[in-house]
């Protein structure tokens, strides 16, 4: 590739990804927080894509991040990469080790538990299995805003006083949070219920290394159709 933008082969950084993906967002994010220059690959078949097959030929999944020629999987890890390898802009991760292990332990209860209840939520086969995808959700809703206090310590983020780990854990899924709320008619983040995650979502959307990477709504509603095809997008 030789010296393309004035940086190095061994220093090049590519991300392939999709532009739905609330995980491909989690690393658009890390990369800005981090002023770190990438090009960005959209990948429109990411099963067949030549690409994702060579990179991440085990889960065959979005994003990637290939850092010079060494290829960074699933997004998780590929945020703590970022925030271990580009020590530009504030840390990612807590430098406690405590406070960083209960980042990773709630980034991994959002991903298997909120980011699978909006799903459930979403494919529910009748009334009662939707009501019991709702109850989970509303459970991680009241969870994270408790985290959040605790966290936050009265600042404007789950990192202080600025983005952290939990932030782009969770801020990646308040894209499919909202086209789920425009469906079924409920608000999960509310002003009343979850004041602080409410005040810390306008907060999140507004950041510089946030807005111009967040899907919009309206493209996510329309994706959302195609994809679930279910009772509640019609």
């Not at 933008?5 to 800005?32: C, H, K, M, Q």
């Not at 580009?86 to 209960?102: E, K, M, N, Y």
């Not at 425009?182 to 009343?192: Q, R, S, V």
Request: one cysteine or more; a negative charge.
């Amino acid at each position: 590739m030789g010296l393309m933008n004035g940086v190095n082969d061994d220093e090049y950084v590519r991300l392939l990804g999709a532009w739905p993906s609330p995980f491909v967002l989690r690393t658009r994010i890390a990369l800005n927080l981090k002023r770190v220059p990438y090009e960005y690959l959209e990948e429109e078949d990411t099963l067949n894509s030549e690409s994702v097959l060579n990179y991440n030929p085990v889960h065959k999944q979005i994003p990637i991040l290939i850092h010079g020629n060494k290829p960074i999987r699933e997004s998780l890890n590929i945020v703590m990469y970022v925030d271990e390898t580009w020590l530009s802009g504030p840390p990612i991760l807590p430098s406690d080790p405590f406070d960083r292990a209960v980042a990773r332990f709630w980034d991994v209860y959002i991903d298997e538990h909120c980011f699978t209840s909006i799903n459930g939520v979403a494919v529910a086969k009748d009334e009662e299995e939707r009501k019991t995808a709702v109850a989970k959700l509303e459970l991680c809703m009241a969870l994270l805003e408790e985290t959040f206090q605790e966290c936050s310590k009265g600042r404007g983020f789950f990192g202080g006083d600025h983005i952290g780990f939990i932030d782009i854990g969770f801020g990646s899924m308040l894209g499919p949070l909202k086209v789920l709320e425009k469906f079924i008619g409920l608000k999960f983040i509310h002003p009343e219920s979850t004041p602080g995650l409410f005040h810390w979502a306008d907060r999140f959307y507004a950041h510089e290394a946030v807005k111009p990477v967040m899907p919009d709504i309206e493209k996510l509603v329309e994706f959302a159709r195609l994809k679930f095809n279910t009772s509640i997008f019609k």
